[in-house]
């Protein structure tokens, strides 16, 4: 199998373009053209430039990406400069790992919103509830039959006058 710099090359040279041309269609600069097609890797600063560059020049030059990217990502490793690292630790992630990335991917002022809607909601709820349970039409209408107390000043109710029948 070819390397990802000759793949660049042969398809370059078949479809009959120019270094220049491509970087003009790609926005590539030219240097970083030629550094492709000649393997030279320790031109670029960090992977992530090679990656991009490899699957823009790639698909300008109709070429199989996911197989060059494939090729690519094995090349690179072969490197130390660009070899992905080891892990930092040989820990395996609990609970709290993934609850604090997830935490880390939310949209916070989505969730604010969200969380202060939700206790209106709540409150709202709550102060109705306690209205209808403690609130009756007639304060009175539970209270049944009184029976008349007299204060302790001797007064007494009138009778009725059931002479009048």
């Known amino acids: 199998m070819s390397t990802v710099a000759e793949q660049l090359l042969l398809a370059r040279k078949a479809q009959n373009l120019s270094v220049n041309e491509v970087a003009e269609i790609t926005k590539i600069r030219g240097d970083h053209i ?12 960090a992977p992530v430039y090679i990656r991009g560059f490899v699957r823009t020049y790639s698909t300008l030059l109709k070429l199989d990406v996911p197989k ?9 490793g072969q490197t130390e400069k660009f070899r992905e690292p080891p892990p930092l630790s040989d820990q395996k992630r609990g609970v709290l790992d993934f609850l604090t990335l997830q935490l880390s991917k939310l949209n916070w002022r989505a969730a604010v919103i969200i969380a202060i809607v939700a206790a209106v909601i709540l409150v709202a709820g709550s102060s109705l509830l306690f209205w209808r349970h403690h609130h009756t039409a007639d304060p009175l209408a539970n ?7 007299p204060a302790q000043s001797g007064e007494t109710a009138p009778l009725p006058n059931t002479a009048h029948h």
Do not use: H, W
């Open 143 to 149: 209270l049944g039959t009184g029976v008349y107390q």
């Open 68 to 76: 060059v990217m494939a090729t690519l990502d094995g090349e690179l």
């Open 34 to 45: 030629r550094a492709l097609e000649e393997g030279n890797f320790d031109s670029f600063s």
